[in-house]
């Protein structure tokens, strides 16, 4: 059920759950919304009050939310953006591997080295060329080191000297997505 206490800074809507748990409970959400658990002994006069008392917390969580990441490109633009280095690299790796989009949330690849098949995130189509190329031979190593062992990391640091710096690139692209205030169009 929906509930709204009235705090200091404004009022709060919640989402109000009773369940078997012995302690009100406070869960904020992906997308803001709150929810709470409670005791069925619990009064509703109780429940506010808790969620009244702890209304900096919410405001202080809320403000830390990430914002959201800007929408991926449709497919065509992904697909133009990286078939450069998936063109340069398949012969280096027999061929070209199964290529799949997808939108993914904490991923930029993924290589299943047994079906020859690599994932790449629809948002990578963003990311600065360089960053790009390195996501993609990235992969296309996992046909060979299936992990992230020494073996790996050398034949990456042979075909990418500048490897690491692609790899700071990507990190720093993607903070400045979860920073900006607003989705890009």
Not at 38 to 51: C, E, H, L, N, Y
Not at 75 to 94: H, M, N, S
Request: with cysteine.
């Amino acid at each position: 059920m929906l509930r709204q206490v009235e705090t200091q800074n404004g009022p709060i809507t919640y989402e109000l759950t009773y369940k078997k748990v012995k302690n009100l409970n406070l869960r904020l959400r992906a997308d803001g919304s709150l929810a709470v658990s409670a005791p069925r002994s619990a009064g509703v006069r109780q429940i506010d009050a808790f969620v009244a008392s702890r209304a900096g917390w919410i405001e202080r969580a809320r403000a830390k939310r990430p914002t959201a990441l800007p929408e991926p490109p449709p497919d065509e633009v992904c697909r133009a953006v990286f078939w450069p280095w998936l063109e340069k690299y398949a012969p280096l790796f027999g061929g070209m591997p199964q290529i799949k989009l997808k939108t993914l949330r904490s991923m930029w690849g993924c290589c299943r080295p047994a079906k020859r098949e690599i994932t790449l995130n629809r948002r990578l189509a963003a990311a600065p060329a360089p960053a790009v190329e390195y996501v993609i031979l990235h992969e296309y190593l996992h046909l060979l080191y299936p992990d992230h062992g020494a073996a790996f990391h050398a034949a990456l640091d042979a075909m990418l000297p500048d490897n690491r710096a692609r790899r700071a690139l990507l990190r720093r692209s993607a903070d400045d997505w979860k920073n900006r205030d607003s989705v890009v169009e």
